[in-house]
């Protein structure tokens, strides 16, 4: 049964910095695309990062690139999502997800009806 659980939300102010855990199960981690999604209030779910299988290819969404980075700890069965420098607008429920048909992430790797396998979410909240 594959499952995927989400965890290290909480509320930091600007500036700051969190990092969250996917933690997965029922299924080998290493060999798939892993997604981390998010959905403020009001909002559709948007992508925010993706990484690859094994050598863990990544790509961002523009406005976190350079303060989000994404990584993975075969090991663990764990995929994070280092957020730096975090602002307001971050501010959302995080999910992660799992792409079940392909090991690299897509060229579309930001459309989410590609993800098959989701958690539950984890809220953050940055305060100003």
């Known amino acids: 049964q594959v499952q995927l659980v989400e965890s290290g939300g909480g509320l930091v102010q600007a500036g700051g910095s969190l990092r969250l855990s996917c933690a997965t199960s029922?299924?080998?981690?290493?060999?798939?695309?892993i997604g981390w999604f998010r959905q403020a209030p009001g909002m559709e779910r948007e992508a925010v990062a993706c990484?690859?299988?094994?050598?863990?290819?990544?790509s961002y969404l523009d406005s976190v690139k350079g303060r989000f980075t994404i990584s993975r700890d075969n090991a663990k069965k764990t995929v994070h999502l280092q957020m730096d420098s975090l602002k307001p607008e971050d501010t959302a429920v995080y999910y992660c997800?799992?792409?079940?048909?392909?090991?690299?992430?897509?060229?579309?790797?930001?459309?989410?009806?590609?993800?098959?396998?989701w958690g539950q979410g984890t809220q953050v909240t940055v305060s100003s």
């Open positions: 990484i690859s299988y094994r050598e863990g290819g990544t």
């Open positions: 029922g299924f080998n981690v290493e060999n798939y695309a």
């Open positions: 997800a799992q792409d079940s048909l392909f090991p690299r992430c897509r060229i579309n790797w930001y459309l989410t009806h590609l993800y098959d396998y």
